[in-house]
C-alpha cells in the first residue's frame, strides 16, 4: 500500500515538473476566468506578474493551473484602481502567496469590505517584507529569463519590460518627466511606502481613470494593459505621445462604451483585443459600439465570457493561442 502511494505521489510530482516547469523561452499571457472582473497573469521563466486579482478567490484557480505547486510566489503585484472586481481577490491570494512587489494608486480611497480588508492585509504584509509602492510615469521594469534583477537589452525576445504610463496628470506638458525618471524597480528600493504613508491614503474617491495603465514589450511584440481606464484617458495617452501602436490591447473598463474610442483605436490599431467580462453580466458589457469600433479596424476580440480562460503564448516576434479550443493564429 505505501508503494502504491508512492508511485501514485511520484507520478503526480512528474506529471507537474513536467507540464508546469517554468518556460524559460516564451512570455504566456494568461487572462482568467474571473467573471465579471480582471485578473492578467503575465509569466515568464520564474518569474510571476499579476495585474488585478478579480472579485474573488477564483484567481487561485487560475494561478494552481499555470504555476508549479512549487512557487508560492508572485513577484509583482499590481492593483491597478480599487473597484471591488480587481481586488476582491487579493485577501484569498495573499493567504496563499508571497508577494514580493506591490503596486497601486495611493491617491484612491473605497469605503468596500474588499478595500478595507486589503489596507488591513497591506499593513500585515509589509512586516513580511512585502514593498509597496506607486508606481511613476515611465518607471520600467525589466525581466530576464534565468535571473529575478534585471537585463538592459531591449527588443530581446530574453527580456520582458514593463513601462508604467499611468498614474500621471497626463493633461500636463510636463512630459520630460518620463526620459528623466526612468528608472529600474530592483535600482530603487528606496521607493518602497512606508506602513506610515499608507495611512496618509487620501481620501479620494476611487476613479476609472485612475486606473494604472501598463505598456509591456517582449521582443518585437507589444502589449497594452488599460485597467478600466476611459475615453478621456485613453486620449491623454494619445496626446502624451506614449502610446503606439501594438499587437495585443487589453481593452479598457471591460469593453464598456465609456472606452475604446474610435480616436484610440486608430492610434493603437491592436491585432487582438483582450476583453474580462462575466456571462450575461448586468453591466452588458462589452458595449457593442466597441466591438464595432474594433471590427472597423480588423482587430479580433477575444472575450472570456465566450471562450473562458485566454491564454497567449509569444516567442518576441509571432504569438497563438494556447487552446485546444481555438486555432492558432
Known amino acids: 500500500m505505501k508503494k502504491l502511494l508512492f508511485l501514485i505521489f511520484l507520478g503526480f510530482f512528474l506529471q507537474e515538473m513536467l507540464f508546469k516547469w517554468p518556460d524559460q523561452q516564451f512570455l504566456h499571457l494568461i487572462v482568467c476566468d474571473v ?11 520564474q518569474m510571476q506578474v499579476l495585474v488585478d486579482t478579480g472579485p474573488d478567490e477564483s484567481v487561485l484557480a487560475c494561478l494552481n493551473k499555470h504555476m508549479p ?7 509583482v503585484l499590481v492593483l491597478t484602481h480599487f473597484d471591488d472586481d480587481h481586488i476582491g481577490g487579493f485577501k ?26 486589503l489596507k488591513e492585509q497591506i499593513s500585515s504584509l509589509q512586516k513580511l ?12 521594469i525589466a525581466f530576464s529569463e534565468m535571473s529575478s534583477g534585471y537585463q538592459a ?23 520630460s518627466v518620463l526620459e528623466e525618471n526612468k528608472a529600474f524597480l530592483w535600482q530603487k528600493p528606496e521607493n518602497s511606502l512606508s506602513a506610515e504613508d499608507w495611512q496618509k491614503l487620501a481620501y479620494k474617491m476611487s476613479d476609472n481613470n485612475g486606473s494604472i495603465a501598463i505598456f509591456a514589450q517582449f521582443g518585437e511584440l507589444k502589449i497594452l494593459l488599460l485597467g478600466d481606464l476611459e ?27 465609456t472606452s ?6 486608430l492610434k493603437t490599431r491592436p491585432e487582438i483585443a483582450l476583453i474580462s467580462c462575466g456571462l450575461n453580466n448586468k453591466f452588458k458589457h462589452p458595449n457593442q459600439e466597441t466591438l464595432d469600433n474594433f471590427e472597423s479596424i480588423n482587430t479580433q476580440v477575444l472575450r472570456t465570457d465566450d471562450l473562458g480562460e485566454i491564454e497567449l ?16 493564429f
Not at 69 to 75: A, G, V
Not at 94 to 116: C, G, H, N, R, W
Not at 260 to 265: I, K, T
Open 69 to 75: 505547486f512549487w512557487d508560492k510566489k508572485i513577484d
Open 260 to 265: 475604446s474610442s474610435m480616436e484610440f483605436l
Open 129 to 140: 517584507g512585502t514593498m509597496v509602492k506607486e508606481p511613476f510615469l515611465g518607471q520600467q
Open 92 to 117: 484569498d491570494l495573499s493567504q496563499v502567496y508571497a508577494i514580493k512587489y506591490l503596486f497601486l494608486p495611493m491617491t484612491d480611497y473605497k469605503d468596500s469590505e474588499a478595500f478595507l480588508e
Open 313 to 328: 503564448v509569444l516567442d518576441g516576434q509571432k504569438f497563438w493561442l494556447k487552446n485546444k479550443k481555438q486555432n492558432l
Open 153 to 175: 537589452k531591449y527588443n530581446s525576445t530574453e527580456t520582458l519590460f514593463l513601462s508604467f504610463l499611468t498614474p500621471f496628470a497626463l493633461d500636463r506638458e510636463e512630459y
Open 231 to 257: 475615453s478621456t484617458r485613453e486620449l491623454a495617452l494619445i496626446n502624451s505621445g506614449l502610446i503606439t501602436e501594438v499587437d495585443i490591447q487589453k481593452v479598457g473598463h471591460h469593453g464598456s462604451k
Open 35 to 45: 467573471g465579471q472582473g480582471d485578473a492578467i497573469l503575465l509569466s515568464f521563466g
